[in-house]
């Protein structure tokens, strides 16, 4: 069974640009969730979609957003890029909605890097 | 307000040696407790969970302890192997909650 993937694994945008990135969860699952990680901050939360609806929101600004598809794919959108973004951005799809018990299975990141 | 804090940012241990590797949580409401790993250009792996009514669940080489008057958790690799050198995130769920919430890590380096 193919992982979660994620694309594109790098990129490099200025500031003010927008970008969107892109998930596709292990097949069978139907919850992605985003997470931002930068250097001593650990994975910071920041969806979760579930059934193409959004299930529970981090504390991010309105400039974070996200949708997830009808086949379970989730894209990811940041606008007006600002530097304090540049940061690993980890997706993970687990089976049902996250909750004790139900695991998630964490893609490979996409490295976003704001000049 | 970090919820779930790693305050060793690296550990490094010989091979072969016990790792032992710290979190401590703020939130009493915190019931399921998990343990990543991650190597670079990878994303986190899930490693070995406890519920909160649980003190101990072990897996191999892998053993998590959990004090809740404490709200203490910690990860037991024995023996140590070069091949566990990676970051290890600690992550707690609410009851009933539905975010994950993440310490910042600690990376592990095994000395061969």
């Known amino acids: 069974k193919a992982g979660v993937t994620q694309t594109p694994r790098y990129l490099i945008k200025t500031r003010g640009q927008q970008v969107t990135l892109s998930c596709s969860p292990i097949?069978?699952?139907?919850?992605v969730s985003w997470y931002q990680q930068t250097p001593g901050q650990g994975l910071q939360f920041l969806f979760e979609?579930?059934?193409?609806?959004?299930?529970n929101k981090g504390n991010f600004p309105g400039r974070f957003s996200g949708r997830q598809f009808s086949n379970s794919r989730s894209e990811m959108n940041v606008s007006t890029l600002e530097l304090g973004d540049s940061a690993l951005y980890l997706c993970?799809?687990?089976?049902?909605?996250?909750?004790?018990?139900?695991?998630?299975?964490f893609g490979p990141g996409t490295r976003l890097t704001v000049t | 307000d970090q919820q779930v804090k790693q305050n060793s940012p690296s550990l490094s241990v010989q091979e072969g040696r016990i790792s032992i590797l710290n979190c401590d949580y703020t939130?009493?409401?915190?019931?399921?407790f998990l343990w990543y790993k991650k190597y670079p250009a990878e994303g986190p792996t899930f490693l070995i969970s406890?519920?909160?009514?649980?003190d101990k669940n072990e897996d191999g080489r892998f053993t998590v302890f959990l004090n809740k008057s404490a709200k203490h958790l910690s990860l037991h690799i024995v023996p140590s192997q070069p091949g566990d050198s990676a970051v290890y995130f600690c992550?707690?769920?609410?009851?009933?909650?539905?975010?994950?919430?993440f310490g910042a890590g600690t990376r592990l380096f095994v000395k061969a």
């Open positions: 993970a799809s687990s089976l049902f909605v996250t909750g004790s018990g139900n695991e998630q299975y």
């Open positions: 097949s069978g699952h139907r919850s």
């Open positions: 979609y579930f059934s193409e609806t959004q299930r």
């Open positions: 939130n009493s409401m915190f019931d399921y």
């Open positions: 406890i519920s909160s009514i649980k």
């Open positions: 992550a707690a769920r609410e009851m009933g909650g539905f975010k994950t919430i």
